[in-house]
Structure formats: structure tokens, C-alpha cells
């Protein structure tokens, strides 16, 4: 398998098309163990959906339930199929899951249409139509890996400024 990234690592991989047929297997996993009695939108996020775009080995996930439906229905069906809970990590409105030794798997539960959905897929769909913003993303994450190769804080930080400038660009056309 060509996931799992070691706790407390930095590890930025090239793109394996393999990641595409990944989510596509997790994905119906996760509907067979909670969609029968949950309604849950799956989508492939972060830098392994986007095809050509050097990743951290660890497949995400963006898990949208209905914005009206209780949340704890939820994080009890995820559990159930093999999710670690790790609540919100610093983003209100998102509940963080992970599974795999080492983590291979990360699901970002939020209400599905709500701001990290929307902000989470606009991200994606800019960096898989402009391979220019695509591969500026890969040289800037790949340094962050060089220079911060056990420090996962400062790796994500140093993404923080281009994440937000290319979802404000997006948003705004």
C-alpha cells in the first residue's frame, strides 16, 4: 500500500495514481458501515486527490452529514468502522478523525455546504485545474518537509499563507 506516515513525521511522497482507487475503497467502506442509517457525502481532499501533486502519505477524506443533523450519530458510526476520534484539532465546526498504524487515513467530518466543506473543495478543484498553482504548492510543501522533517506544526503553518490566498482568489472568480 502506498499510504501511512509514521507519528511525528514529515514526509512528502510524488503522486501515486493508486491514491484515487484508495479513496475509492475507503470511501465505499465507510457508506457500507454508516450511510445505511446516516446520510454521508464523501469526497477525496487534500493534496492526494489532486492528480500530479506531491502529498504527505495519508489519504483525506471530507465526510459531509445533512447541516441540520446531530453530529455524535456520527462520530459513534465512524469509531465503529475504525476511526480514532481526535475531535475538533483547531478548526471549529470539524471533527477530526484518523485511522491506520501508521496513519493512513484522515476524515474531516463537517456539515456538508458549510464553510470548511465549500473552502476544502474550492482549495482542491483550484489546484487540480492550474498545474502552474499546482506545482508552486509542491515546491513550497516539499521545502516545508526539508525543513521541518519532525515538526508537523510548523510544516502545516508554513502552508497556511498560500492555502489562503489561493481560496480567496478562487472564491472571488
Do not use: C
Request: proline share 8%.
Amino acid at each position: 500500500m502506498s499510504l501511512g506516515l509514521e507519528s511525528g513525521t514529515v514526509r512528502v511522497v510524488p503522486y501515486d495514481p493508486a491514491w484515487e482507487s484508495l479513496f475509492a475503497a475507503e470511501a465505499a467502506r465507510l457508506r457500507a458501515a454508516v450511510a445505511p442509517s446516516l446520510p454521508l457525502m464523501l469526497e477525496h481532499m487534500g493534496s492526494t486527490a489532486v492528480p500530479g501533486l506531491a502529498a504527505k502519505p495519508i489519504l483525506d477524506l471530507l465526510g459531509g452529514y445533512p447541516s441540520l443533523a446531530p453530529v455524535a450519530p456520527y462520530i459513534a458510526a465512524l469509531v465503529r468502522a475504525g476511526y480514532l476520534h481526535r475531535g475538533e484539532q483547531g478548526i471549529p465546526g470539524r471533527e477530526f478523525f484518523r485511522r491506520g498504524e501508521p496513519r493512513a487515513y484522515h476524515l474531516h467530518l463537517v456539515s456538508e455546504g458549510g464553510a470548511v466543506w465549500r473552502e476544502q473543495l474550492v482549495f482542491r478543484d483550484a489546484l487540480r485545474s492550474d498545474p502552474t498553482l499546482r506545482d508552486a504548492y509542491a515546491a513550497l510543501k516539499l521545502e516545508l518537509a526539508r525543513r521541518f522533517p519532525r515538526d508537523r506544526e510548523s510544516y502545516i503553518d508554513g502552508k497556511g499563507a498560500f492555502v489562503r490566498h489561493v481560496i480567496e482568489q478562487a472564491s472571488n472568480r
